[in-house]
């Protein structure tokens, strides 16, 4: 029988930051950025048995006190200092988390289910917070605003949204992203939410926290030389310098887009006509074409 689990591995533990995958040094040192030169020196520290069940998602705290992963039947938390304890187990009342994030001081745990909730835990004492019923379709993504003070929600139900993640409460609904919103994050400011979405325009759009569009932009086709846009976004991540990261999986790249034309500074761009966005396609940098030989995702 096949053995389910997560492999844990890295100079010590790996994290993702900022759109790349981060090394936190076992004695408290610095984190460094894998790459070709200490590569060869990663080792599988764990083996985190899950049971039997499917990892939909993994979260790690930004004091990498924190990891979480979810599963079918909720969510299992992990204290970083001592994996071999075992995991405390959150959320058993979902219905199959598929998202996870912690607030930027680790001190809240927010998840999204298939059941259309959002549900937020005191990471230190396992005590629910919130429970919130945000869509009517599968959650997609979560994320927290820089200073912690913001939820937003993604949903294959065509919305994204904003709470209030103290007390659930609602603050907006972003206008008509798509059919489909895949992920979501802020800006570094906290002023804008950018959204991918799944239909035929394949577009990053940014948002204020009003929930109104501010802009929207991709990579511009160049048929003559093969070359296409971003075409299925399905990872979104944003830097300190407001670079953004999109992971395209229909295409198997990573396009980078720069700060310069959509940060804070855009607002306000009126809009052009009743459901056109401004448009600030401009050329990315792919940063990624193919992953390693043997490589996962």
Do not use: C
């Amino acid at each position: 029988m096949k053995r389910r689990g997560l492999v844990i591995i890295g100079l010590a533990l790996i994290t993702a930051l900022a759109g790349g995958m981060m090394v936190m040094a076992q004695d408290g040192g610095e984190r460094q950025p894998i790459s070709p030169a200490n590569a060869g020196q990663l080792a599988e520290l764990a083996v985190l048995d899950t049971q039997s069940q499917e990892a939909y998602d993994t979260a790690w705290s930004e004091d990498g006190r924190w990891l979480a992963v979810a599963n079918s039947n909720g969510v299992w938390l992990y204290n970083v200092a001592d994996l071999s304890a075992g995991a405390r187990e959150l959320d058993a009342d979902a219905t199959l988390v598929t998202s996870l994030a912690f607030s930027p001081d680790g001190a809240l745990l927010a998840t999204g289910s298939a059941d259309g909730g959002v549900r937020v835990t005191d990471t230190a004492s396992g005590e629910r917070r919130a429970l919130i019923n945000a869509h009517n379709a599968i959650v997609t993504d979560v994320a927290f605003s820089p200073d912690g003070a913001l939820l937003a929600s993604a949903s294959v139900d065509g919305s994204a949204r904003l709470w209030n993640p103290i007390d659930g409460q609602g603050l907006a609904v972003l206008a008509g992203p798509a059919n489909v919103v895949s992920r979501v994050a802020f800006s570094p400011d906290g002023t804008l939410l950018y959204v991918t979405d799944m239909d035929d325009r394949h577009r990053i759009v940014a948002y204020n926290l009003e929930g109104a569009p501010m802009l929207s932009f991709n990579q511009p086709d160049n048929l003559e030389a093969g070359e296409l846009g971003l075409r299925s976004p399905a990872g979104l991540a944003v830097d300190e310098t407001g670079r953004i990261y999109v992971v395209d999986a229909e295409q198997n790249k990573v396009f980078v887009f720069p700060p310069s034309e959509i940060t804070g500074s855009v607002l306000p761009i009126p809009l052009q006509g009743s459901n056109a966005l401004p448009d600030a396609t401009q050329e990315a940098t792919e940063a990624v074409t193919e992953p390693a030989a043997g490589g996962g995702g």
